[in-house]
């Protein structure tokens, strides 16, 4: 592994938190989300939605919608069938074999799950355009069912695609090692089940679409409630057809993604076509109810792991098998979501061999992706769990237990195969203790046991490790994605001495325009108000791999800071003619450079490269650079985190009353920002432990159909959260730094279980389905007592 | 279609309503107030809400024709002479939005909270919030938020 020598000296504003360029604008009501935008002429699109999860589709008929006075146009799955060159896009198929079914923006012949659009509306006016919606007659022909993972891989499931004669999409393994002996001779071994139920992502903001056609020349202009407005180009050209070239994205203001974003939608295509084919501007706005079918689901997994360890309990080997949701039909990344955490299940541990295997499965539910963590939160879950049943097996404490494993010589390779660059895991450990003052806890909750307290306090840990900023593209075309995982930026050092800046990657909440405001300030040694960046815009920032997996600073930053190199480079090329010294003899300190007491500034360069009155022969005028960084390695954040839960053991009910995390997420840019996410992170995760659960009954139907008995939590659920930080810079980029969007989902779930579990272990409960509601706490505690 | 007189910012408009026209679209669509959100068609979300008479609503459960004689104060109204509000600027200062969707809500809500309970603890200000919904903050930073706020809004009387 190569290293990034230079020693950056980076600090002026790095390293600070700067306040939120983004603000403004959000607290003060003029921001522009999707659904502030309108055009003129502009008219609305509603989808009508299948009610059955399977079903063959006898007949549409429009004809009412069509006689509704306000509707300008409404087609069937059928009538549109000609309007796609290719199926809604999954781009990552992890195996030659895997099954990948003809994904129509409407379906034609059978309904695959309850939200399956079948027809569409266009109408004057939104509230018209959902009346006309209810007007549309579909005649279906209901089907045999299939929700739960695990009963669609037996014989004589219900087919969701009859086509595939089975309901595995794929089956994918990863082994390395000697697995079987190191089981055959283990002391110990633990062999748990989890399930990680069906999440729904919730980002505040629905999703949503607005496209302006251009008749006169074919153009397209599509704004879309999107993290992904650059991936939404290239396959959104490839399911419509619109050329590449005439296809303009936007993401505007966008209220959250968490994954959910990450996706490219039957409603864009459909939008799409409609401008394509009325040559109005087309607008559709999701309600949340209709999102909660629309919108990828995450997680839904069953999973198994087995650890092997010897009597002291030294982990030394690791067997996973999944059985993991598809739902009905494979969205973007859909399939590659288990493999995104198909190394992590040894987690921080150096163990020797390992063996993981995972099958997607079809179920006539909406379609599983990306949600916040993707594959990692389930890996962290699984060992971390595991962890703590091999350390009450072996009789030992559940931080003595993960100290004894700990991987602590880097880099790193993993028995899973990859490379860790930096960590230092006893240190966030060490950290977290002493924040958390684990012996007075640990005592007090003896206390309790022992005079059968009927509030028993429970204590738990994760100590992660992740990758994250996606990613190598070599790896990626290793394991089948469909596209690379570099990014882009390209500066503009104007002549007046401000400084734009495009970036690839595309913000919905993350502050990258004070992150990178701060990089480029200090690199160009410029005021951080004189530095604007510019995102989002297909053609304002052409290349862009955008923005999911705690990638934006880890590859867009490091593109970012690469770029502001070459201005530099180019600047003191010109500083040197100008001053008569050999380039090299300049020093560059903020902003200037110098040399024999004659000095220029980055701002007076780009003036100079500008005119262009006096630039070293063959030099183009001007001070612009771009950078396209392809990382050599993924990003490695590793972290403690405990949480703290007191139990009523009458009612039930958890409560979660303190919550510790340290992370180690390298160099820090802006910490106030960090933290941010951090915190955000952690609430996800403890949705998932305690309160959310999307529920099929059997026949498909959503049952957690709302915000009403999805339970996303609310401050009131929540504790301050008490936050650490250590520091083991990154190794393979030149700011040290690692991605922190995900870290606190993917560790807080298995803190608050772990803690949950410990709080029960006197009942002799060594585990609860998730989410660990006062009634299923309750029912364990009863059935623990007879 | 009913004829109403609404106050919103301090300006009066009269408006022909559809008696079926939520609250929240009248701000949006028809006075183009777009900084008060849609987050859910439930009430669940509280991203939109809005002060009515000083007391904060959700703009989604009222419609438009029963907030006729009253006055109206969305995010727009908040800031006065190009400063931020209190509240906003203890947003700001405390990083207690991310993506800002919620925001409006959230701000107009703490408001609300402030003038009846002017130094709530943080429990109070957690139970006082739990109609409002955020997904980026985890809510750590907007308790801290509305705390800065009181003590802000305190100096300010």
């Known amino acids: 592994m190569t290293t990034v020598a230079e020693e950056v000296t980076l600090g002026r504003i790095v390293g600070t938190s700067a306040e939120r360029k983004e603000d403004t604008a959000l607290l003060t009501g003029l921001a522009k989300y999707i659904d502030d935008m309108s055009l003129p002429g502009m008219v609305w699109m509603a989808i009508v939605r299948s009610p059955y999860a399977h079903a063959r589709i006898q007949s549409v008929d429009v004809s009412g919608a069509l006689a509704h006075r306000d509707v300008i146009a409404a087609y069937s799955g059928a009538d549109l069938a000609d309007d796609w060159q290719a199926s809604l896009p999954c781009a990552w198929l992890p195996t030659e074999e895997t099954h990948q079914p003809n994904h129509r923006p409407l379906a034609v012949d059978e309904a695959r799950y309850v939200g399956d659009g079948i027809a569409v509306v266009v109408a004057a006016s939104r509230e018209a355009a959902h009346d006309a919606a209810e007007l549309v007659q579909v005649d279906y022909d209901p089907l045999p069912v299939v929700v739960d993972p695990e009963r669609a891989l037996d014989e004589g499931a219900p087919l969701v695609h009859e086509e595939f004669g089975t309901n595995n999409c794929y089956t994918w393994k990863l082994s390395a090692g000697e697995v079987d002996e190191e089981f055959e001779r283990a002391d110990v071994t633990v062999k748990e089940r989890y399930r990680q139920q069906r999440l729904i992502p919730n980002a505040i903001e629905p999703r949503g679409v607005l496209v302006q056609p251009s008749p006169a020349t074919g153009e397209l202009t599509m704004w879309s409630a999107t993290q992904i407005p650059h991936i939404a180009r290239v396959t959104l050209s490839m399911v419509t057809g619109v050329p590449e070239a005439k296809l303009r994205v936007i993401a505007p203001d966008v209220g959250g993604g968490f994954g959910s974003k990450l996706n490219v939608y039957a409603e864009e295509a459909l939008a799409l076509a409609l401008a394509r084919r009325l040559g109005r501007p087309i607008k559709w706005i999701e309600t949340r109810s209709e999102g909660y079918l629309a919108t990828i689901h995450g997680r839904d997994v069953v999973q198994e792991i087995e650890l092997a360890a010897t009597a002291a309990g030294k982990i030394r080997a690791v067997r996973v098998r999944l059985t993991t949701a598809m739902g009905a039909y494979l969205q973007l990344v859909t399939p590659g979501i288990p493999l995104l955490g198909a190394w992590l299940y040894g987690g921080a541990y150096d163990i020797a061999a390992y063996d993981f295997e995972c099958t997607g499965v079809f179920t006539n539910t909406t379609p599983t992706d990306a949600y916040r963590g993707a594959g990692r939160p389930e890996a962290t879950y699984a060992i971390e769990r595991a962890v703590d049943a091999l350390a009450r097996k072996v009789g030992k404490d559940p931080v003595e237990l993960r100290r004894l494993n700990f991987i602590r010589e880097f880099p790193a390779t993993m028995a899973s195969g990859l490379t860790v660059d930096s960590g230092d895991y006893d240190r966030h450990l060490d950290a977290a203790l002493e924040i958390l003052g684990y012996d007075e806890l640990r005592t007090r909750q003896a206390d309790r046991r022992e005079l059968g307290d009927t509030t028993q306090l429970g204590i738990g840990f994760s100590t992660y490790l992740e990758m994250c900023g996606l990613a190598p593209s070599r790896i990626l075309g290793a394991i089948r994605y469909g596209a690379g995982g570099w990014d882009a930026a390209t500066i503009h050092f104007l002549p007046t001495g401000t400084v734009q800046v495009l970036i690839g990657t595309s913000p919905h909440g993350q502050s990258h325009v004070t992150t990178f405001s701060q990089i480029v300030a200090d690199r160009l040694g410029i005021g951080y108000d004189e530095v604007e960046i510019l995102h989002g815009d297909t053609a304002v920032a052409p290349l862009g791999m955008d923005t999911y997996g705690s990638r934006s600073l880890t590859v867009g930053g490091i593109a970012v800071y690469f770029a502001a190199d070459r201005i530099l480079e180019k600047a003191r090329r010109i500083a040197a003619h100008q001053l008569e010294v050999d380039p090299g003899a300049l020093e560059y300190e903020n902003g200037t450079f110098s040399a024999n007491g004659k000095a220029m500034t980055t701002k007076e360069l780009a003036l100079q490269a500008w005119t262009a009155h006096n630039l070293p022969d063959g030099m183009e005028p001007g001070l612009e650079a771009s950078y396209v960084f392809d990382p050599e390695n993924f990003s490695w954040p590793a972290g403690t985190h405990v949480a703290v839960v007191e139990v009523d053991t009458e009612t039930g009910a958890v409560d979660l009353v303190r919550y510790v995390a340290v992370d180690d997420v390298g160099k820090v840019i802006n910490p106030m920002v960090v933290d941010g996410q951090v915190h955000g992170g952690i609430a996800q995760g403890i949705g998932q432990a305690l309160f959310e659960e999307a529920v099929y009954d059997e026949d498909g139907n959503l049952v957690t159909s709302s915000m009403v008995n999805y339970l996303v939590p609310s401050a009131a659920e929540l504790p301050s959260f008490e936050l650490g930080r250590t520091e083991t810079p990154s190794t393979t980029n030149p700011l040290g730094v690692k991605g922190v969007g995900e870290t606190g989902t993917i560790a807080s779930t298995a803190a608050v279980m772990n803690a949950v579990v410990d709080a029960l272990s006197p009942y002799g409960i060594t585990d609860l389905e998730m989410p660990a509601t006062p009634e299923r706490v309750w029912r364990a505690i009863e059935g623990a007592g007879r | ?157």
């Open chain 2, 1 to 157: 279609m009913r004829r109403v007189s609404i106050t919103v910012n301090g300006e009066e408009h009269e408006l022909e309503l559809e008696p079926r026209e939520l609250l929240v679209y009248v701000l949006r669509e028809r006075l183009e107030l777009t900084g008060t959100n849609v987050g859910c068609d439930t009430s669940s979300c509280g991203a939109c809400t809005v002060l009515l008479d000083g007391e904060s609503v959700k703009s989604c459960t009222l419609l438009g024709v029963q907030a006729d004689g009253h006055e109206i104060t969305t995010i727009e109204g908040l800031a006065t002479n190009g400063s931020l509000h209190p509240v906003q600027d203890a947003f700001h200062d405390e990083h207690g939005l991310q993506c800002g969707y919620c925001t409006p809500g959230f701000v107009m809500a703490t408001v609300s909270l402030l003038r009846e309970t002017p130094n709530p603890s943080e429990e109070q200000i957690r139970h006082a919030l739990e109609g409002n919904l955020c997904r980026c903050t985890g809510y750590h930073n907007i308790v801290r938020a509305v705390q800065a706020a009181a003590g802000a809004v305190e100096v300010s009387r």
